[in-house]
């Protein structure tokens, strides 16, 4: 044991200490704070830009339409049309159908010269509710589409309930929604918060997860190549067992992960909580959001899911450390195990889709993808603590058994030089007695 908790403290240390460790600790709160600031401050300017309105409409519908989306455009929602210039109004042109054409070939010329930012078209596939076109230097710009199609959306409606007998008014007053729904969580121990915080929370555990194991199963393995390519692992294995030593590199490595994500996680609390008041100091419009809730021990249980999949990953890619003689070989013979642990990844979607369904239980209880796609279910919507204790034991029977044949080719693999075992020799390795 004294030896085990050696090369674990050594392992640990080592890596602390690195710069890189140092440089990663301070660039996932940077990441985080990112996240949370950099989008609502772009969304509060990415409205539609201040000329969408400098447009020309060629209204080929004959039911004044067209002049009903101008009046829109000009007002920017508000009524008040008498701040704008003449340049900035929006032009409305009553065009017949026939005219059309020679009628867009001039509004083209005109966006050319810069006099007008784009182009309407209004014709009888408009007034039917299918199809509305547009041209223009901005067709790219997706706040000032979202904008015109409101707007045609709007006063097509609006022009269909005068013609039924509607008021102009009142058109107008039941045009005028934007509803935007807020969902809510609910759980066994009642209102859970935001639904929508809940879903960003759980996909950031589950692509923090994954990008932990990958990151530190990938460090174990270039750990295990650098003492096998040095020699150092003769004399390591010649006063400790490849077992612990195996063992102690793992958890070492691990034990690093699990600092470095509770610092994140530390950083990432405290930046939420300060992101509503410096959001609020720039100058954004912040909807108060709160935290998601997280019992201590659902805590434990994400970092239980953390620390099997990781030990599951890690030693896997010991084993491959150890079987091979170069950084080629080790991209070539990995990619099986990178495989199966993107495939977690890859499920996500169906997954958040129906976290309930047949395809997310299945995958929560296959060791592979067990340690991001529980976690991800359980950020999402409650899980029987049966499923849950069951899938952790399923995981650690698995990890045993793949640690004990990972620890039989570690130790035959690192004494082994110039040559890649074969698929048989492999087989041998790991019926040997450890």
Not at 44 to 61: E, F, G, N
Not at 171 to 199: F, M, P
């Given at each position: 044991?004294?030896?085990?908790?050696?090369?674990?403290?050594?392992?640990?240390?080592?890596?602390?200490?690195?710069?890189?460790?140092?440089?990663?600790?301070?660039?996932?709160?940077?990441?985080?704070?990112?996240?949370?600031?950099?989008?609502?401050?772009?969304?509060?300017?990415?409205?539609?830009?201040?000329?969408?309105?400098?447009?020309?409409?060629?209204?080929?519908?004959?039911?004044?339409?067209?002049?009903r989306i101008a009046d829109?455009?000009?007002?920017?929602?508000?009524?008040?049309?008498?701040?704008?210039?003449?340049?900035?109004?929006?032009?409305?042109?009553?065009?017949?159908?026939?005219?059309?054409?020679?009628?867009?070939?001039?509004?083209?010329?005109?966006?050319?010269?810069?006099?007008?930012?784009?182009?309407?078209?209004?014709?009888?596939?408009?007034?039917?509710?299918?199809?509305?076109?547009?041209?223009?230097?901005?067709?790219?710009?997706?706040?000032?589409?979202?904008?015109?199609?409101?707007?045609?959306?709007?006063?097509?409606?609006?022009?269909?309930?005068?013609?039924?007998?509607?008021?102009?008014?009142?058109?107008?007053?039941?045009?005028?929604?934007?509803?935007?729904?807020?969902?809510?969580?609910?759980?066994?121990?009642?209102?859970?918060?935001?639904?929508?915080?809940?879903?960003?929370?759980?996909?950031?555990?589950?692509?923090?997860?994954?990008?932990?194991?990958?990151?530190?199963?990938?460090?174990?393995?270039?750990?295990?190549?650098?003492?096998?390519?040095?020699?150092?692992?003769?004399?390591?294995?010649?006063?400790?067992?490849?077992?612990?030593?195996?063992?102690?590199?793992?958890?070492?490595?691990?034990?690093?992960?699990?600092?470095?994500?509770?610092?994140?996680?530390?950083?990432?609390?405290?930046?939420?909580?300060?992101?509503?008041?410096?959001?609020?100091?720039?100058?954004?419009?912040?909807?108060?959001?709160?935290?998601?809730?997280?019992?201590?021990?659902?805590?434990?249980?994400?970092?239980?899911?953390?620390?099997?999949?990781?030990?599951?990953?890690?030693?896997?890619?010991?084993?491959?450390?150890?079987?091979?003689?170069?950084?080629?070989?080790?991209?070539?013979?990995?990619?099986?195990?990178?495989?199966?642990?993107?495939?977690?990844?890859?499920?996500?979607?169906?997954?958040?889709?129906s976290p309930d369904g047949?395809?997310?239980?299945?995958?929560?209880?296959?060791?592979?993808?067990?340690?991001?796609?529980?976690?991800?279910?359980?950020?999402?919507?409650?899980?029987?603590?049966?499923?849950?204790?069951?899938?952790?034991?399923?995981?650690?029977?698995?990890?045993?058994?793949?640690?004990?044949?990972?620890?039989?080719?570690?130790?035959?693999?690192?004494?082994?030089?110039?040559?890649?075992?074969?698929?048989?020799?492999?087989?041998?390795?790991?019926?040997?007695?450890?």
């Amino acid at each position: 044991m004294d030896k085990l908790i050696t090369v674990l403290k050594r392992e640990y240390v080592e890596r602390v200490r690195s710069k890189w460790f140092l440089i990663a600790t301070i660039f996932g709160p940077l990441f985080f704070g990112a996240v949370m600031f950099v989008p609502a401050w772009l969304a509060s300017r990415s409205q539609a830009s201040v000329d969408v309105a400098r447009i020309v409409i060629l209204d080929a519908t004959g039911s004044g339409l067209g002049q009903r989306i101008a009046d829109d455009l000009n007002s920017g929602g508000t009524g008040d049309i008498a701040r704008m210039s003449d340049e900035s109004l929006t032009q409305v042109r009553d065009v017949a159908a026939r005219e059309m054409p020679a009628a867009e070939s001039l509004a083209t010329r005109a966006v050319i010269a810069k006099e007008r930012r784009g182009y309407l078209v209004l014709d009888s596939q408009t007034v039917a509710g299918t199809t509305v076109r547009y041209a223009g230097r901005n067709a790219s710009a997706v706040s000032d589409m979202q904008r015109l199609e409101r707007s045609v959306h709007d006063q097509l409606l609006a022009m269909r309930m005068v013609q039924a007998g509607v008021s102009p008014a009142q058109a107008t007053q039941l045009t005028a929604l934007d509803v935007d729904l807020e969902s809510e969580r609910i759980t066994d121990t009642g209102r859970g918060g935001s639904g929508k915080v809940n879903l960003i929370f759980a996909i950031m555990v589950a692509m923090l997860l994954y990008a932990s194991i990958f990151i530190y199963g990938q460090n174990v393995l270039r750990s295990v190549m650098e003492e096998k390519d040095t020699r150092v692992a003769e004399v390591v294995l010649s006063s400790i067992p490849a077992r612990k030593l195996l063992a102690g590199k793992v958890l070492g490595v691990g034990a690093v992960g699990i600092t470095q994500m509770l610092i994140w996680a530390a950083t990432s609390v405290l930046l939420f909580k300060i992101r509503a008041p410096l959001l609020t100091r720039m100058g954004v419009e912040v909807t108060t959001v709160s935290m998601p809730s997280i019992s201590p021990l659902m805590a434990v249980t994400l970092i239980l899911f953390f620390a099997l999949g990781y030990t599951l990953y890690a030693a896997l890619f010991a084993a491959v450390g150890a079987m091979v003689n170069s950084e080629q070989e080790a991209q070539q013979v990995q990619m099986p195990i990178i495989l199966m642990l993107i495939s977690s990844v890859i499920f996500l979607q169906p997954v958040l889709t129906s976290p309930d369904g047949t395809l997310a239980k299945v995958l929560s209880w296959f060791p592979t993808t067990a340690p991001i796609i529980m976690p991800l279910r359980m950020s999402i919507v409650p899980i029987s603590a049966f499923e849950i204790a069951g899938t952790l034991v399923v995981l650690t029977l698995a990890c045993l058994l793949v640690v004990q044949l990972a620890a039989r080719i570690y130790r035959v693999g690192l004494l082994m030089y110039g040559k890649r075992p074969t698929l048989r020799e492999l087989g041998h390795w790991m019926r040997q007695a450890s």
